[in-house]
């Protein structure tokens, strides 16, 4: 199984430097409107987080990649069984 560790540390930083970045271009467009801030529990803050969370995900994915590779180890060593039938015509 493949593993890009620095996939999620790397698209962590990109988006906490555009999320930085980003306010300074867009306050000239909106300086007539209110923001609405919307404001969550820390419990809805920690869901949010770990169903967005890539390792979450990929460990997710891993543990059912492990049973399905379990289940065909195991199959190689199931009874395995067949029917021949033959038959003369005269």
Do not use: C
Request: proline share 3%.
């Amino acid at each position: 199984m493949w593993h890009f560790r620095w996939f999620p540390r790397g698209l962590t930083v990109f988006l906490t430097v555009l999320l930085f970045i980003s306010p300074a271009f867009s306050q000239d467009n909106h300086q007539g409107q209110k923001k609405e801030i919307k404001k969550i529990t820390l419990a809805d803050s920690v869901v949010l987080a770990l169903k967005n969370n890539l390792d979450v995900r990929s460990a997710f994915l891993d543990r059912i990649v492990q049973r399905f590779s379990l289940k065909v180890a195991e199959y190689g060593f199931q009874p395995q069984s067949f029917l021949l039938l033959s038959g003369q015509i005269n």
